[in-house]
């Protein structure tokens, strides 16, 4: 009964090239939300979106930052042109419905 | 936006002894949940309270959802080693806004000593 699985767990880019995150929710969970830590801060929600479908993105910037959840596959956060203040931990969340979320271990984004 | 405080920001403890941290909003939550994030890993629900007034434990962990619905307090008795980490409150829906979204404080570090 595996959790939230996120993929890569760190992730080392140079300015200006592009991140990708994953996120595969545990199974029977079909809402996702992204979160974004800051160091020695709290998480911050960015965007919660079901299959297909983007419900909530009020928490993400609104450029180069873009999030889906297709219908097979995980859920992916991408980040174009990186900049340095991108570097953060970036969670995900699944639930089965709008309710208690559980979440992964994060991907640790480091910009030089 | 709504904004948790959450005290105190820092714990050095003996084992063995007890501990207490809290939270309070500028707004109202339905739910208040408390979390443990530990080095390089993600959040672990620890507690979830869903009714003002409501008292929960969870082994020797003991939270309680405020009767103003604006404050939570998570109390640890008997500390050990593996308690060492990073404990969050978190507000989860409010009036006039979302069921889903978390609102996250900025965390308790505790440190036990041995």
């Known amino acids: 009964n595996a959790g939230v699985m996120q993929n890569p767990r760190h992730l080392v880019r140079r300015r200006g090239q592009e991140a990708r995150l994953r996120c595969s929710p545990m199974?029977?969970?079909?809402?996702v939300y992204w979160y974004r830590q800051l160091p020695e801060e709290g998480l911050k929600f960015m965007v919660y979106?079901?299959?297909?479908?983007?419900?909530?993105e009020s928490g993400m910037p609104k450029e180069r930052f873009s999030a889906e959840f297709p219908k097979e596959g995980p859920s992916i956060l991408r980040i174009q042109q990186v900049v340095r203040g991108d570097s953060a931990a970036y969670f995900c969340?699944?639930?089965?419905?709008?309710?208690?979320?559980?979440f992964g271990p994060g991907t640790r984004l480091l910009v030089l | 936006g709504q904004q948790l405080n959450q005290s105190p920001q820092s714990m050095f403890i003996q084992e063995g002894e007890d501990v207490s941290m809290n939270c309070t909003s500028s707004?109202?939550?339905?739910?208040w949940l408390w979390y443990k994030q530990d080095p390089g890993e993600g959040p672990v629900l620890l507690i979830a309270?869903?009714?003002?007034?409501e008292l929960t434990s969870n082994g020797r962990l003991t939270a309680q959802f405020g009767i103003t619905r604006k404050d939570s307090f998570l109390n640890i008795s008997a500390s050990i080693p593996s308690d060492v980490g990073i404990y969050f409150c978190?507000?989860?829906?409010?009036?006039?806004?979302?069921?889903?979204?978390?609102?996250f404080g900025k965390g308790t570090l505790l440190t036990v000593n041995p």
């Open positions: 969340a699944s639930s089965p419905f709008s309710e208690t979320q559980y």
């Open positions: 199974k029977g969970h079909s809402h």
């Open positions: 979106l079901q299959k297909e479908n983007i419900i909530d």
């Open positions: 707004s109202i939550f339905n739910t």
């Open positions: 309270l869903y009714k003002a007034g």
């Open positions: 978190a507000g989860q829906g409010s009036s006039g806004g979302s069921n889903y979204k978390l609102t």
